[in-house]
């Protein structure tokens, strides 16, 4: 009886030690993250979700910038059989004769990244994958490996829906953008509220800051938006290192609801600037106009290729109650818009 609870104990302690073990090394790995600039571009085989990998090349201009490309697979989605030979085809993801679904899209975005300057052919490159959610196919993850530093992954996830896929993928992370492609409609903040697309979800729910992309890549300059409160004024300044990095010219602006308080709207543009001057990052000029600001917002953005607003930290029953400028500019923009968080 007491060797059986000796034995009892020492793999009890064994098990503490390795699941100490396993946290040590996810430690290390998010410590590691948290240096890097990481950017989810993710992606659902449309046109419109391609041009988030195109918007993610050429932001990651830096060999400290890394790019994991996301494809969310519903759970077991045309694979009811055969799953002998889905198993043995994610162990050889990119080169598999049998495509799980997902993979092809993959490639796109793989080919999209070479287009844009990023070639990966010669880079080292791993694969890994785990079982999910009792699928065949389960996770699969390819990572590329420039000598620099610079990493790109594509990762094919499996999940219930893909909205959740994509913010269970962030928890793997950490990422500093996610970026997602223009939905094909948006709802209303009611309709939001009970029934969201996926890419109005992650862009109320994401913990981090999300860009939707729109075809808006031939155009330049980021039109940075502040209200000089304390909030915006921060992403006055993640945007403007965003854009400062990228070689894009920088637009501040601002707007006042009434002709009373334009002069507010002159300070927060003012401060916005010089903030940046403190930070050695020129500002190509300043706007301000009265009105309503979403509208003003969208309609003097829409030349610029980047549309910056401050998300407002409202949850989903907030917003249905008080409304929110940065997702209204989001929804209405002709641009691209980065909601900074």
């Known amino acids: ?17 390795q699941e100490a073990a396993v946290q040590k090394t996810l430690q290390h790995l998010r410590a590691q993250r948290r240096s890097r600039f990481r950017i989810l571009a993710c992606i659902d085989g ?11 090349a050429r932001m990651a201009v830096t060999p400290d910038c890394d790019i994991i490309i996301l494809y969310v697979r519903p759970i077991d989605t045309g694979l009811h059989s055969g799953g002998l030979q889905v198993r043995l085809a994610r162990q050889n993801m990119m080169e598999a004769g049998f495509e799980l679904p997902g993979v092809r899209h993959l490639k796109t975005a793989l080919a999209i990244l070479q287009d844009e300057g990023i070639d990966t052919t010669d880079w080292p490159r791993t694969t890994e994958y785990q079982d999910a959610w009792n699928d065949p196919a389960g996770d699969t ?7 620099e530093g610079r990493s790109v992954v594509l990762k094919l996830k499996t999940a219930p829906d893909v909205a959740n896929g994509i913010l269970d993928q962030y928890e793997l992370g950490p990422y500093n953008l996610m970026i997602l492609g223009e939905p094909s409609r948006w709802r209303g903040e009611v309709r939001a ?31 940075i938006c502040t209200d000089g409160t304390s909030r915006s004024m921060q992403a006055v300044r993640r945007a403007a290192v965003l854009a400062h990095m990228t070689g894009e010219p920088i637009t501040l602006f601002s707007v006042a609801t009434t002709q009373e308080g334009r002069a507010a709207a002159e300070e927060a543009v003012a401060n916005g600037k010089a903030l940046l001057k403190a930070m050695k990052i020129p500002v190509a000029e300043t706007k301000v106009a009265v009105g309503r600001p979403d509208e003003e917002i969208v309609e003097s953005g829409s030349l610029y290729r980047v549309i910056v607003v401050s998300d407002e930290g409202r949850s989903r ?25």
Request: aromatic content about 10%.
């Open 193 to 223: 509220f009970f029934d969201a697309g996926i890419v109005q979800m992650i862009t109320t729910l994401a913990p981090c800051s999300v860009l939707v992309a729109r075809q808006s890549l031939e155009k330049r300059g980021y039109f």
């Open 1 to 17: 009886m007491g060797k059986r609870i000796a034995s009892f104990f020492r793999r009890s302690t064994l098990s503490d030690r």
């Open 317 to 341: 029953f907030q917003r249905l109650l008080r409304g929110s400028l940065a997702t209204n500019v989001v929804r209405k923009a002709r641009t691209s818009v980065l909601d900074v968080r």
């Open 46 to 56: 449309s046109e419109e979700s391609f041009v988030s990998v195109r918007a993610a």
């Open 141 to 147: 993850k390819v990572e590329y490996k420039e000598p």
